[in-house]
């Protein structure tokens, strides 16, 4: 990292109450843990508190707002969560002081401490390819498995050859195809909307050595797991709309399981040439819309920026972005979507 990251420091005091916002994936889970070890370790005697937004959502609601000002916390840290710009401050009002700790493509907040060398410069995304690697970096410890597990979460087979994942891997004798496994049944919680599993996760993933078998073994995660696969394949082989003169694959589902992403992916992966829209309504007459890209050479960042200039809430890298926005304008966004990135 470099220029005024460098110079942020970390200062708890005595019986500070300190709030851990953070994402609900495999990722968001790791770095939670971490973060909690690594602040424990500047001063033991704080208490942390956890705190997820809704899952799904890249944003925070009225009923959230209440219960973090009633946490009164001292320090807020927010891990792996890409939230709007107006949320971010509505909680630095809340607080003393406020650190994100990210790795996924955003402008630079300077009332914070942001922490995210995506904001410092054209950053490869696969340099920091989780947020535990940025916390890893910044704190000055070395890459561990929290870090690879998220790593191999958000990027998939894109760290495959990665040299740092491979040793670390090598020294804990784990393959790729097992952390795999991990991720999708640590995944499976959120997935199926189980908090208490999660933070689960979390507990396991705080010790020194985490027993990652026990999560390979856990009947509950791997009832979700299968609970998830049906759902997924069932959807999936309901069909799609194709396009081939635009380049496009449009996927309509309906879902109580939070599975939008991973059938996104998995179509990416199956149709790779293609841009994968996937559209999830829910009961609020607001939709959530995923766009992903198996191109390396197409980058859907412009997509992030306009949904967030019309108001969307949305986050995102270069080849994810994830919109939420209201039923009547799925249409416009899709059509706005194909100007920005193919004129």
């Given at each position: 990292?470099?220029?005024?990251?460098?110079?942020?420091?970390?200062?708890?005091?005595?019986?500070d109450k300190v709030l851990v916002l953070h994402h609900w994936d495999c990722d968001g889970l790791c770095s939670a843990a971490m973060m909690f070890n690594y602040l424990k370790e500047i001063n033991g005697t704080i208490d942390v508190v956890y705190f997820l937004p809704g899952l799904g959502h890249y944003f925070l609601v009225e009923k959230d707002f209440l219960k973090i000002q009633n946490i009164k916390p001292d320090i807020i840290f927010i891990v792996d969560m890409a939230l709007q710009k107006k949320d971010i401050l509505v909680l630095k009002s809340m607080t003393n002081e406020l650190y994100i700790f990210d790795h996924h493509k955003?402008?630079?907040?300077?009332?914070?401490?942001?922490?995210?060398?995506?904001?410092?410069?054209?950053?490869?995304?696969?340099?920091?390819?989780?947020?535990?690697?940025?916390?890893?970096?910044?704190?000055?410890?070395g890459q561990n498995i929290l870090s690879v597990l998220g790593a191999i979460g958000d990027q998939e087979s894109r760290v495959k050859n990665?040299?740092?994942?491979?040793?670390?891997?090598?020294?804990?004798?784990?393959?790729?195809?097992?952390?795999?496994?991990?991720?999708?049944?640590?995944?499976?919680?959120?997935?199926?909307?189980?908090?208490?599993?999660?933070?689960?996760?979390?507990?396991?993933m705080k010790n020194k050595t985490p027993d990652?078998?026990?999560?390979?073994?856990?009947?509950?995660?791997?009832?979700?797991?299968?609970?998830?696969?049906?759902?997924?394949?069932?959807?999936?082989?309901?069909?799609?709309?194709?396009?081939?003169?635009?380049?496009?694959?449009?996927?309509?589902?309906?879902?109580n399981f939070h599975i939008i992403s991973d059938i996104t992916r998995k179509l990416s992966k199956k149709y790779p040439e293609y841009l994968i829209i996937t559209v999830n309504k829910d009961d609020n007459d607001l939709a959530n819309m995923y766009f992903r890209t198996a191109d390396p050479k197409e980058d859907l960042s412009p997509i992030l920026n306009y949904a967030k200039a019309n108001g969307y809430n949305?986050?995102?890298?270069?080849?994810?972005?994830?919109?939420f926005c209201p039923v009547t304008k799925i249409e416009e966004v899709i059509k706005d979507t194909l100007n920005i990135l193919h004129g």
């Open positions: 990292m470099n220029g005024d990251i460098d110079n942020i420091k970390i200062s708890l005091k005595n019986k955003q402008q630079r907040i300077t009332e914070v401490n942001h922490i995210n060398p995506q904001t410092t410069g054209n950053i490869n995304s696969l340099d920091y390819p989780s947020a535990g690697w940025v916390i890893n970096d910044f704190f000055k410890k990665n040299n740092v994942i491979k040793t670390i891997l090598d020294a804990t004798s784990l393959t790729f195809s097992d952390c795999s496994r991990i991720i999708e049944n640590i995944d499976s919680c959120y997935v199926t909307g189980n908090k208490e599993e999660m933070y689960y996760i979390v507990e396991i990652l078998n026990s999560i390979l073994k856990n009947s509950e995660l791997l009832k979700n797991k299968k609970l998830i696969k049906n759902s997924i394949n069932k959807i999936i082989d309901e069909g799609f709309i194709q396009d081939d003169e635009k380049g496009i694959i449009i996927k309509w589902i309906s879902s949305a986050g995102g890298k270069k080849e994810v972005v994830g919109i």
